[in-house]
């Protein structure tokens, strides 16, 4: 209860975020490959995404230096690309999907952009630009076959737009991440029958789950040392690679 009550008062931390998103990502990539028959690990693992699209944009507005930032995502992009390449396409070379941290790249490109523009003071100049990156976030994403295609990209400029913490933002934020996961990405059903009534619950619609612990984060950075800033980075393509080597010792 007092932890609980702690969490309530003092919010969770980024790094709390951080550690959570990575557990369930690690395991949405273990169903995908050594346990496929463990369906749930999937399930908590659409919640994953939703809070580094969220960590991302946090990491923007709190960047010394976004050049550096934006390099730091692009090495591992490519380094990461081997092992992803690996587990989705059996091969080192696979053009048809790439991995998350090139979806995130897009995503901060466009919110930079998004950011010159509001800081030009031009409200309606603002605006245009959303609706125009809003639409070409999700035309570029798709066209280069990002992980969570443009949609992923879009929630990150959804994220960065609907920043500021206020329950219309949180709803306006709630709302379009339900319409994105259900309507557009959809994804596999399973029928629900409660009192007779069946409904259909969508796989993605797990993701939703993330605005809990996002809703309770309330700008504590938490613990930050420098090896875990290197650590986030790292484990993206450190996990996927162990994992693809016990995934090919174990077929």
């Known amino acids: 209860m007092k932890l609980f009550a702690?969490?309530?008062s003092e919010g969770v931390s980024s790094f709390f975020l951080h550690v959570l998103a990575m557990i369930l990502m690690l395991g949405d990539h273990l169903w995908a490959t050594l346990l496929p028959h463990l369906s749930i690990l999937t399930w908590l693992g659409r919640i994953a995404f939703p809070i580094f699209a969220f960590l991302i944009v946090e990491g923007y507005f709190h960047t010394h230096d976004f050049r550096k930032y934006l390099l730091r995502l692009f090495i591992f992009a490519l380094i990461s690309e081997v092992?992803?390449?690996?587990?989705?396409?059996?091969?080192?070379?696979?053009?048809?999907?790439?991995?998350?941290?090139?979806t995130f790249i897009l995503g901060l490109l466009a919110i930079r952009f998004l950011d010159n523009c509001r800081q030009k003071g031009n409200i309606y100049l603002y605006i245009l630009s959303c609706i125009l990156i809003s639409v070409l976030s999700l035309l570029i994403g798709t066209i280069l076959m990002v992980d969570y295609f443009g949609v992923g990209v879009l929630l990150v400029v959804v994220f960065y737009i609907f920043h500021k913490p206020s329950w219309y933002n949180r709803l306006f934020t709630f709302a379009i991440t339900f319409y994105l996961f259900v309507e557009i990405l959809g994804g596999y059903y399973y029928p629900i029958n409660i009192f007779g009534l069946e409904i259909e619950l969508?796989?993605?619609?797990?993701?939703?789950l993330a605005f809990i612990p996002i809703w309770l984060y309330k700008g504590r950075q938490g613990y930050h040392e420098k090896w875990f800033q290197w650590f986030c980075y790292g484990f993206y393509p450190g996990h996927l690679l162990i994992i693809y080597l016990i995934w090919q010792l174990l077929i």
């Not at 092992?83 to 090139?102: A, D, E, K, R, W």
């Not at 969508?202 to 939703?208: C, M, N, P, T, V």
Request: zero cysteines; proline letters at 7%.
């Open 202 to 208: 969508y796989e993605q619609a797990f993701g939703l």
């Open 6 to 8: 702690n969490i309530l």
């Open 83 to 102: 092992p992803f390449n690996l587990i989705t396409g059996g091969g080192i070379f696979y053009p048809f999907h790439q991995n998350v941290l090139f």
